[in-house]
């Protein structure tokens, strides 16, 4: 009798181990698909990290290359609603006209004399030379070779010229007065060596008559296009 309790009492011992060993692998089988789990949270954390840079960049670039058509667009074709308009013998006011340009994407149109000007009428040392003789004479228009088809197309218009005797040249006169400024934007400036804009404009503004004109710019020759274009950024 005694061996038989015994046997049974090992049997029931057997089955309880056999139970708890089961048991123990349940658990560990839980806490590694936890361990998958976590793992597979951590790189669900980190893959839109990795993803999302690329995704950034094309974004980045998608932005960026309808622009530069556009600048491309307005150049190319001439579809620009801002003109540059300059007068320059020597390259001053066509580097600040330059700057300006660029940097808006605008139209340029460049003031040329019909009689062209040489060294000689620019000497402002000789009472004789026609810049002086023109700058004496309220009344002088000199002729522009060519003139602008498309005034119309454009609803802001900087003009740009070189200081003469504290004044623009008169051929800014003979060009203020052949167009048309009413509901235009006008925006002024000038080179000089040392001069400030003085009454330069505001007296191209009663000549023209018509116009928006807003307070103008006087530069050096010498005027990065970064600065130039803070200036206009600011207008
Ligand atoms: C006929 C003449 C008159 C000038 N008068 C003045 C002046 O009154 N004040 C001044 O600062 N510079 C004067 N200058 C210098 C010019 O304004 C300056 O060199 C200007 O930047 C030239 O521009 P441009 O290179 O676009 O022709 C004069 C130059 C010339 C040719």
């Known amino acids: ?14 089955i309880s181990m056999a139970a708890c060993g089961n048991q123990q692998e349940a658990d560990n089988t839980a806490s590694a698909s936890d361990n998958t789990a976590n793992e597979e949270n951590q790189s669900e954390t980190t893959e839109p990290e990795v993803t999302e840079a690329p995704e950034s960049s094309t974004e980045q670039a998608e932005v960026q290359e309808p622009s530069a058509e556009a600048e491309t667009a307005d150049t190319t074709e001439g579809g620009s609603s801002t003109l540059v308009v300059y007068f320059s013998n020597t390259g001053n006011t066509r580097a600040i006209a330059e700057s300006i340009s660029n940097g808006l994407g605008a139209d340029v149109y460049e003031i040329i004399a019909q009689e062209p000007y040489t060294e000689a009428d620019l000497d402002y040392g000789d009472n004789n030379s026609r810049s002086t003789v023109e700058m004496n004479d309220p009344s002088a228009r000199p002729a522009i070779s060519g003139s602008i088809e498309n005034m119309d197309q454009y609803d802001t218009v900087y003009i740009g010229y070189p200081i003469w005797w ?7 006169d003979t ?9 235009k934007t006008v925006v002024p400036f000038c080179t000089s060596a040392s001069s400030g804009m003085g009454s330069s404009a505001s007296t191209l503004e009663e000549l023209a008559g018509s116009g928006n004109w807003l307070d103008g710019q006087r530069f050096s020759g010498s005027e990065s296009a970064e600065s130039v274009m803070e200036w206009v950024n600011g207008l």
């Open 1 to 14: 009798m005694k061996k038989i309790i015994t046997l049974l009492l090992m049997v029931c011992m057997c």
């Open 175 to 183: 060009f203020v007065e052949s167009y048309d400024f009413t509901d």
């Open 166 to 172: 504290g004044e623009a040249p008169r051929i800014l």
